[in-house]
């Protein structure tokens, strides 16, 4: 584009490649925002072989059956979350697609409206002649008046 239109890349130009660019939020997973790599872990990782007794087995057991809920709970919550997600994706390409028609419809009102103003500018010389026109018969017409003021008055007189 500069090539064909000459010019430097201004500074409103990139500014509006950053904002496209940029994430719609700062938290969003990108390649250049990898995220945390977190991971979830309940319990320590067990290094040796060691043995348990009751009390920890049965500790451990109620645990497993409260983190068994929590993770069929957790999937139902990720699972809309992603659907949620999803719908505020078609959300976003809808508004985007609906900005794109106004802005080429304002175009389209646009052309329409310089259009008319050039067909306005056209008609001046016409209505510049209709001016002259009306002041030549407004001319004649006083020019009669007169003649016929000049002759009653002047057979009046005489």
Do not use: C, W
């Amino acid at each position: 584009m500069t090539r064909l239109f000459g010019g430097e890349v201004s500074d409103a130009i990139s500014s509006k490649n950053e904002k496209l660019s940029a994430p719609t939020d700062a938290s969003v997973i990108t390649p250049l925002n990898p995220g945390t790599f977190a991971s979830i872990r309940t319990s320590p990782v067990v290094d040796a072989p060691r043995y348990f007794d009751k009390e920890e087995a049965d500790k451990l057991k109620e645990l497993a059956k409260e983190k068994t809920e929590g993770a069929r709970h957790a999937k139902k919550a990720y699972k809309s979350l992603t659907q949620i997600e999803e719908a505020d994706v078609k959300v976003h390409k809808s508004h985007r697609k609906y900005e794109g028609a106004v802005a080429v419809n304002e175009l389209t009102k646009k052309k329409a409206d310089v259009g008319l103003a050039k067909k306005l500018h056209g008609l001046r010389p016409g209505y510049a002649r209709l001016g002259v026109g009306l002041e030549k018969a407004e001319n004649r017409a006083a020019e009669r008046i007169e003649a016929i003021k000049a002759k009653l008055l002047g057979g009046a007189e005489q």
